[in-house]
């Protein structure tokens, strides 16, 4: 009746050791999944992080953007900036260029010139052909 005692707890034993290996191999594959699964959340929180931070600074540019369309739909800084980049002007109105340079030869303005762009020309170069007002624009200044 011992025997029969000892088989069975023999038994019993054999079994819980194949279970328990099983629970631990369960375990193991679980814990690595779970690892992994929380670096993958951590690098997607980061992500996120870096996401709001980028929409923070577009929000930004966008903003001011928006309020350099505003100042450009009033007509003051329009004019302002044709005035300035443009050359432009209003009928009936005179443009006086103020120059600073030492070599005053080149770039004196008298009755007989004109400034086109930026550039002295004398009257009599207003008839000459484009090619030629470019060459004075972009070389003889």
Not at 43 to 56: C, L, N, P, W
Not at 102 to 122: A, R
Request: glycine letters at 2%; charged letters at 30%.
């Amino acid at each position: 009746m011992l025997r029969r005692y000892k088989k069975i707890i023999k038994q019993y034993f054999s079994r819980s050791r194949v279970i328990i290996v099983v629970c631990i191999v369960v375990t193991v594959f679980l814990s690595i999944n779970l690892i992994k699964e929380v670096v993958n959340r951590h690098q997607i929180d980061e992500k996120i992080k870096q996401y709001r931070v980028d929409v923070d600074r577009l929000e930004k540019e966008n903003s001011e953007i928006s309020q350099l369309i505003d100042s450009w739909t009033t007509s003051r800084q329009l004019e302002k900036e044709a005035r300035l980049k443009f050359g432009l002007r209003k009928p009936g109105e005179n443009v006086v260029l103020v120059v600073r340079d030492n070599n005053l030869n080149n770039n004196t303005i008298d009755q007989n010139s004109e400034v086109l762009g930026g550039v002295v020309v004398s009257r009599d170069n207003i008839n000459d052909p484009n090619y030629k007002k470019w060459w004075l624009y972009f070389f003889e200044k």
